[in-house]
């Protein structure tokens, strides 16, 4: 055997080999190694993408808390107005009520007062009707008439 034959038979072997793996066995490898390669791209491209959602999702979030806040403390704010504005309210209310009471206080004393006026002008009458009387009943001496005007005086 020689070696220059041996060396060329596996050299044509070698050959063959590369050419069937070239030709056969190779593209399925480089096929199945493209769409992995594109696989992983296509994750690493979604989780990217999610990645960049997450943050524009927590940056929504964010602006919608700050909005709610902003919106919670308005609502406080005008809850808060509401609350004085019907307490102003309920304290004008009280004033109008308390004039229209003090109003009507004061027309029942002025009434009190017309009616013990006219009272008291009509005892005041009736007791000079009687010191009328009891003067035209007696004698009209001057000093008996002083005695009971003195008298009646007293007993007023």
Do not use: C
């Amino acid at each position: 055997m020689n070696i220059n034959l041996t060396l060329l038979g596996q050299m044509i072997t070698f050959a063959i080999f590369v050419w069937f793996t070239l030709k056969y066995v190779w593209p399925p490898i480089t096929t199945a190694m493209a769409e992995r390669n594109k696989r992983i791209a296509d994750g690493l491209a979604a989780a990217e993408q999610g990645k960049r959602d997450l943050e524009i999702a927590h940056h929504k979030v964010l602006e919608q808390l700050r909005d709610a806040k902003v919106q919670a403390a308005s609502l406080i704010e005008q809850a808060t107005q509401r609350g004085n504005h019907i307490v102003e309210e309920a304290k004008e209310q009280a004033r109008h009520e308390g004039s229209r009471l003090i109003a009507v206080a004061k027309s029942e004393i002025e009434q009190e007062v017309i009616r013990a006026k006219q009272e008291l002008q009509l005892q005041v009458s009736e007791l000079a009707m009687a010191m009328a009387q009891k003067i035209l009943q007696r004698e009209l001496d001057p000093t008996k008439h002083a005695d009971l005007i003195n008298h009646m005086l007293k007993e007023l």
